[in-house]
């Protein structure tokens, strides 16, 4: 579990960063990337209706989103604000899929402090 500082809780943050982030697309996440001046990184995660309505697997992609994350974060230059937004083919992707959806985001963005 993220610890609570490094999350993204407020509506209005989640709408400021999908109207000046920069959008990053794969097959089953959208990425949502803003360059703040801070020490840390901020990440959200959204699983919508679309994805699929039964809050259960709604509830479970976003625990894969989160579980990938955590994995990865340490690697990640501070001060970024990332959304992740999960698309209907996340349901039957692995975790290790979607981690590797985001490595090549982070990897293209410029992203790792590796």
């Known amino acids: ?3 609570q500082q490094e999350r993204l809780r407020f509506p209005n943050d989640f709408q400021e960063l999908r109207r000046q982030g920069r959008r990053y697309n794969r097959p089953s996440l959208t ?3 803003l360059k703040e001046n801070s ?3 901020l990440a959200g995660f959204i699983v ?8 259960v697997i709604r ?3 976003k ?3 989160r579980a990938a994350y955590a994995e990865i974060r340490h690697l990640l230059a501070p001060g970024y604000i990332i959304l992740f937004i999960a698309h209907p083919s996340a349901i039957q ?10 490595m090549q985001v982070f990897k293209n963005s410029s ?3 590796c």
Not at 93 to 102: E, G, K, L, R
């Open 48 to 55: 919508s209706k679309k994805v699929n309505n039964r809050a």
């Open 63 to 65: 625990r894969r989103f």
């Open 39 to 41: 020490s840390r990184c």
């Open 93 to 102: 992707v692995v975790q290790q899929d979607i981690q590797d959806q985001m």
């Open 1 to 3: 579990m993220l610890p």
């Open 31 to 33: 990425m949502v990337l």
């Open 111 to 113: 992203l790792l402090s």
């Open 59 to 61: 509830n479970l992609v």
